[in-house]
């Protein structure tokens, strides 16, 4: 259990990684590819998104950095617990603007982010 915990804790990186740098550093490219393919700009502040795009970007390192190193290991579930809170209000944001298959995706990630809570702080804890 403790290497699906790992596993399931590093494709969540992954995911934030780059979905963080794409809200923090990559929005303005991809804002314009998004109006390119005809779909309407995002109706998030700017203030937002680049909270939302920071809290991902720790939350990638929480999750893989402090138990690698051993160093604050109880980092990892309340990084996974964070990343759930970020989760559901992406699906809350996506469903409202009638983006289901977003929403969809949102909701996913947010249970692959739990059961990462429950492996970490019930099954296999660091």
Same mark, same amino acid.
């Given at each position: 259990?403790?290497?699906?915990?790992?596993?399931?804790?590093?494709?969540?990186?992954?995911?934030?990684?780059?979905?963080?740098?794409?809200?923090?550093?990559?929005?303005? $490219?991809?804002?314009?590819?998004?109006?390119? *393919?005809? *779909?309407?700009?995002?109706?998030?502040?700017?203030?937002?998104?680049?909270?939302?795009?920071?809290?991902?970007?720790?939350? $990638?390192?929480?999750?893989?950095?402090?138990?690698?190193? *051993?160093?604050?290991?109880?980092?990892?579930?309340?990084?996974?617990?964070?990343?759930?809170?970020?989760?559901?209000?992406?699906?809350?944001?996506?469903? *409202?603007?009638?983006?289901?298959?977003?929403?969809?995706?949102?909701?996913?990630?947010?249970?692959?982010?739990?059961?990462?809570?429950?492996?970490?702080?019930?099954?296999?804890?660091?």
């Amino acid at each position: 259990m403790n290497t699906v915990a790992w596993v399931l804790q590093i494709v969540l990186a992954v995911i934030f990684l780059l979905h963080g740098l794409l809200f923090t550093v990559a929005y303005g $490219a991809a804002a314009k590819r998004r109006e390119a *393919r005809g *779909r309407a700009p995002s109706s998030m502040s700017p203030a937002l998104r680049q909270f939302i795009g920071v809290a991902e970007l720790a939350a $990638a390192f929480g999750l893989t950095v402090p138990p690698a190193v *051993r160093l604050f290991p109880w980092l990892a579930p309340l990084a996974a617990a964070g990343l759930v809170l970020i989760m559901v209000g992406a699906a809350i944001f996506h469903a *409202r603007k009638s983006e289901f298959s977003e929403a969809a995706v949102t909701v996913f990630i947010g249970g692959l982010a739990a059961v990462t809570v429950f492996l970490r702080w019930q099954v296999v804890p660091l």
